[in-house]
């Protein structure tokens, strides 16, 4: 549940100046953004435009008691279990996906009582960034209703005042802090995205503070001649942290494709290892590479370049 | 011709899709099962899926495993958002949703949630994902799944999806106005739901299967006519179809 009232949301977003200011900040910066005890949502859905580079410096800076809201929780959710940094999961599904099965980290931690994992439905869960992101108390809707997610969830039922139906309330999100990868922005936070927008427009203005990397920066006259393109606009935005490839190993759409080898690789070591697997995984590809291009080094260019060849293959770029 | 009980699920489900509809399925058997309908008897059929594809035309041997990934957007016609896509299904244009489930009980209600108590589960299983919100928006709501014991179940330890929600017109009283279960589809049969109960009764049986190894199989009662029907078995054509479309079997296992 959100601890932040609509009005309290009002409050605290009127308090911050907004000006249109070089917001260019480097990654570990940024990330110091993120306090202890923070409610962190984080964009992309799954593992495409998840934004790793931001969580990989949140999970640096060691931070404690995070509350860590997704669409669809992937194994970064893992990562943050087992680092210690979050007990709190918001989500409608965690996993990798099918062929990976249930996630053996998520279920020793809720199972054994040490996170809580708070399921809503996926419309629920956009339902309830979209309050945030109108600045309204609840959003109305037919799911959940019948189920007993109803029962388990801060969702509330009413009788509607026009027509006598009954509807499911879901309670508006304002997080703390929305952690967000694009494919380009200005030094100011203006913002675009290619493919799936997923639930980051929503998520970028019911935050009250908003990082974003970006797969490259650009001038802002560049955004000004494509301004029908712009998804997120600067005053939602306090940080721009420059990120090519800056959600790998998942994918940004029309650069680069997941890296399933990688991903698989990982989710069979944790089935076999459990939590030391996850620690590993910390040490290597966290706590080790202190910079992206250590962290990019650890892949080669060879493969780098073969997600960025598929992907464009993929989204007709190159065919 | 030998066939694995997956390709009979995903061809059996293809087939329940009629020509010129719209289909939200999620990826695995419903991805494929949609894709096959489009490559035979329903070549308008429009896809949907939640990661926020409309009318995608996934490669074969390329299908996506996630279904907001590239793969998944491959030719659509529109990219909107998670939250669009799923309020395109409650303002009700989406025909067809394909579910799947840990465990279904007689009433066509799911769990993916939880095994044991919600506060403390005994499993944690994935969650609703959309699942919840394909089953409360969807027009007609079709079930793909394998038939085990373990799977149906006369009480759920959670309720996931809802599907007839209980007897007669509960769906109704939990305030779902619209859609209802009206297909599960198994390796073993096709069932529908009797009006009178909204329990889950047996249509007609998968080639080579019997109405006992089917209640063996059932961990509730389940009705059937004396002489259920008989579905006919997968063509050569269909499997070799679905074969080509997941060529490394990644979902046809």
């Keep these: ?319 | 011709m030998s066939y694995t009980a997956s390709e009979l699920l995903a061809v059996s489900a293809s087939r329940l899709l009629a020509d010129g509809k719209i289909v939200f399925a999620g990826v695995g058997t419903p991805l494929l099962a949609a894709s096959l309908a489009r490559l035979t008897h329903a070549p308008h059929l429009t896809i949907v899926v939640e990661g926020g594809a409309i009318g995608l035309e996934a490669e074969p041997g390329r299908l996506p495993i996630s279904t907001n990934e590239m793969r998944a957007g491959r030719r659509a016609v529109m990219l909107p958002s998670i939250t669009q896509i799923f309020l395109y299904a409650q303002r009700g244009y989406f025909d067809y949703g394909f579910l799947g489930g840990a465990q279904i009980d007689p009433y066509g209600n799911i769990n993916t949630s939880v095994i044991g108590p919600a506060e403390r589960p005994r499993v944690r299983l994935p969650g609703s994902g959309g699942a919840c919100d394909i089953a409360c928006h969807c027009r007609e709501i079709v079930i793909v799944t394998r038939h085990e014991r373990r799977r149906f179940v006369e009480r759920l330890d959670f309720v996931t999806s809802p599907g007839q929600v209980g007897a007669g017109d509960g769906r109704r009283r939990a305030g779902l106005l619209f859609g209802r279960v009206t297909a599960v589809v198994t390796d073993l049969a096709l069932m529908d739901f009797d009006p009178a109960t909204g329990r889950m009764r047996v249509v007609a049986l998968q080639p080579g299967a019997d109405l006992a190894q089917v209640r063996e199989q059932t961990g509730f009662e389940l009705a059937a006519a004396a002489e259920p029907d008989r579905l006919p078995a997968p063509s050569e054509q269909e499997l070799a179809l679905v074969r080509a479309l997941d060529p490394a079997r990644t979902f046809l296992g």
């Design chain 1, 1 to 319: 549940m959100a601890t932040v009232t609509f009005v309290e949301a009002r409050r605290r977003l009127e308090a911050k100046a907004r000006p249109m200011r070089d917001k260019r900040m480097a990654a570990a910066d940024a990330a110091s953004l993120v306090r202890d005890g923070d409610h962190v949502a984080i964009g992309g859905c799954l593992y495409s435009r998840t934004p790793m580079l931001l969580l990989r410096e949140v999970l640096r800076h060691r931070r404690r008691d995070l509350v860590l809201s997704r669409n669809l929780m992937c194994y970064e959710g893992e990562l943050f279990l087992v680092s210690g940094a979050s007990r709190d999961l918001v989500t409608s599904w965690v996993g990798i996906g099918l062929p990976w099965g249930l996630s053996r980290i998520v279920r020793e931690f809720v199972e054994g009582g040490r996170a809580r994992l708070e399921e809503w439905s996926h419309l629920a869960i956009g339902l309830r960034y979209h309050a945030g992101a109108m600045g309204v108390p609840f959003l109305p809707t037919l799911s959940m209703l019948g189920s007993d997610l109803l029962r388990t969830t801060g969702a509330r039922t009413m009788t509607c005042p026009f027509t006598g139906e009954q509807l499911c309330l879901v309670p508006a999100l304002f997080p703390d802090v929305a952690l967000i990868h694009v494919h380009r922005a200005d030094p100011f936070g203006n913002a675009q995205i290619d493919g799936y927008p997923h639930m980051d427009l929503d998520i970028a203005a019911a935050a009250q503070t908003v990082v974003l990397s970006a797969e490259e920066i650009v001038d802002p006259e560049q955004i000004r001649r494509t301004a029908d393109r712009t998804a997120i606009p600067f005053f939602a935005v306090d940080a721009v942290v420059e990120a090519p490839y800056g959600a790998y190993p998942h994918e940004c759409y029309g650069l680069y494709e997941a890296d399933l080898d990688h991903i698989d690789a990982y989710a069979r070591r944790v089935a076999a290892e459990g939590a030391a697997a996850v620690r590993a995984y910390l040490d290597e590809y966290v706590y080790g590479p202190a910079t992206l291009e250590a962290f990019l080094e650890l892949f080669g260019a060879g493969r780098l370049l073969r997600q960025s060849r598929s992907a464009r293959e993929l989204t007709g770029r190159w065919t």
